[in-house]
């Protein structure tokens, strides 16, 4: 990729890399590329969540922005709630995994809903609450990674590229039997 727009690795100020949730196999993979090529460049590494890269395609509105991605499992999703501030977004409170009734529940004021099938997820939260909803389709793109992860190297702040681990909302279904049928 580098060479395909006539850079090297030397060129660059900065590694970022989504943390995920999302694919399990993926944000592994990702992660750990991002952290290799971070430490044997000597560059500064910045882990970026999947949910506040896709909650920054959303940044031009005032209201609060809840980013939502699928688990993959029936209407369950990831959230998380994002404030917007002079340019700058904070996330308010802690991540959310449940069905989009649990979701319906915490939104309780006209929001902005950003992900992948927000339409049909705001129909459905729409329905149980009345509250007026915009909603944004959108995918958290490699774009808002590296501009978020760009801002955080310009703070000064970086990851450690060794301890650096992906965001794992739930436990893969692979730990699940493990635990399970653990005598």
């Known amino acids: 990729m580098l060479k395909g727009v006539g850079l090297t690795l030397n060129k660059v100020q900065g590694i970022g890399v989504g943390l995920g949730p999302g694919s399990w196999t993926g944000i592994r993979v990702g992660v750990t590329v991002g952290k290799m090529l971070a430490y044997a460049s000597e560059k500064p590494l910045c882990g970026v969540p ?10 031009d509105h005032s209201l609060p922005v809840y980013a ?13 709630r994002y404030n917007v501030k002079n340019d700058e977004m904070s996330r308010v409170g802690d991540y959310f995994i449940g069905d989009i009734k649990g979701l319906a529940a915490l939104i309780t004021e006209p929001c902005v809903l950003v992900g992948t099938g927000a339409a049909s997820y705001t129909e459905k ?7 007026k909803i915009k909603a944004i389709e959108a995918n958290p793109g490699g774009a808002a990674v590296a501009f978020l992860a760009a801002r955080r190297l310009a703070r000064g702040e970086s990851d450690d ?11 893969s279904t692979a730990k699940v039997f493990v635990n399970k049928y653990k005598p």
Not at 73 to 80: F, I, L, M, S
Not at 125 to 131: F, K, R
Not at 161 to 171: D, H, M, Q
């Open 50 to 59: 999947s949910l506040e890269a896709l909650a920054w395609s959303a940044r």
């Open 68 to 80: 939502v991605i699928s688990v993959g499992v029936g209407d369950a999703v990831y959230a998380a």
């Open 125 to 131: 939260i729409t329905g149980e609450s009345g509250i």
């Open 161 to 171: 590229a060794l301890s650096l681990t992906p965001l794992y909302l739930k436990e």
